[in-house]
């Protein structure tokens, strides 16, 4: 995570963002989550191990839908602890979830590029598994088998 202060000189505030993501397969669980903090100028940057990125059978279509996006995300939830460094509570790769923590409006939920690796642990895992069914209305039903005005038409 990497703190900003932004502002005019009168008034200042925080600015967050999610820096990189990487993976300690080697890592022991045992180990808990632990943070190193580094500063430069007026940035400080603070690096979180220990946080799982857990993938479940019944978010399949979120999976999906983000790989097949024109750039996949990871999303991290964090909670503000007592000295206002935002603590990583949850890594995902599903927009729905994401999106339930964001709905409240009192949870931040930051977002970073998915790397190439990630994205093919999660295909793999998705192809082992099955892909998702994905249930459409009764009106796009209706439209799938009709044929759109702008459409090429090989008769």
Request: proline content about 5%; overall charge negative.
């Given at each position: ?41 007026r940035i400080?940057?603070?690096?979180w ?15 999906r ?41 009192d ?14 642990w ?10 998702p ?6 009106s ?13 038409r090989?008769?």
């Amino acid at each position: 995570m990497t703190r900003r202060p932004v502002g005019n000189g009168l008034w200042e505030c925080d600015s967050w963002s999610v820096s990189e993501i990487h993976s300690e397969r080697e890592r022991s669980p045992s180990e808990g989550i632990t943070c190193r903090e580094a500063a430069d100028d007026r940035i400080r940057h603070y690096d979180w191990s220990g946080l799982p990125l857990a993938l479940h059978r019944d978010e399949r279509a979120a999976y999906r839908f983000n790989l097949d996006s024109r750039a996949p995300r990871l999303f991290v939830q964090c909670d503000p602890d007592d000295d206002g460094r935002m603590v990583p509570t949850l890594v995902t790769a599903s927009q729905d979830v994401a999106a339930s923590y964001m709905d409240g409006g009192d949870e931040h939920v930051f977002s970073i590029a998915m790397p190439a690796a990630l994205q093919c642990w999660i295909e793999a895992f998705i192809g082992r598994h099955g892909e998702p069914e994905i249930f459409l209305g009764k009106s796009r039903r209706r439209q799938r088998g009709k044929q759109h005005k702008d459409a090429d038409r090989h008769d």
